[in-house]
């Protein structure tokens, strides 16, 4: 697959086709029971890492299926920052 857009409201990811843009998938990450709204995402090789208010989940990047999630203890206070560290 060529590279895609990726973009969120607060419950929803969509992978766009950057030249036609057609969509290629969609999957809804967020919402009052999946862990609240979306507040940060991260692409990490075929990973889409979506950190939630309560929740972090990762998605298949290619295919928007959803690999696994982890809840967060508590609730956010503020805005999430999601990243990754190198070797």
């Keep these: 697959m060529s590279e895609c857009v990726y973009v969120t409201d ?3 990811v969509w992978c766009i086709d950057p030249s036609s843009g057609a969509v290629l998938w969609m999957q809804a990450a967020g919402g009052l029971v999946r862990g609240g709204s979306i507040e940060a995402v991260l692409l990490d ?3 889409l890492l979506v950190c939630l208010e309560f929740q972090i989940c990762c ?3 290619q295919t928007g299926e959803r690999r696994w ?3 967060l203890e508590g609730m ?3 805005k999430s920052i999601v990243t990754r560290s190198h070797p």
Excluded: Q
Aim: hydrophobic share 25%.
């Design 59 to 61: 998605l298949d990047a």
């Design 10 to 12: 607060n419950k929803r």
């Design 45 to 47: 090789g075929g990973s």
């Design 76 to 78: 956010a206070s503020s």
């Design 69 to 71: 999630a982890t809840d």
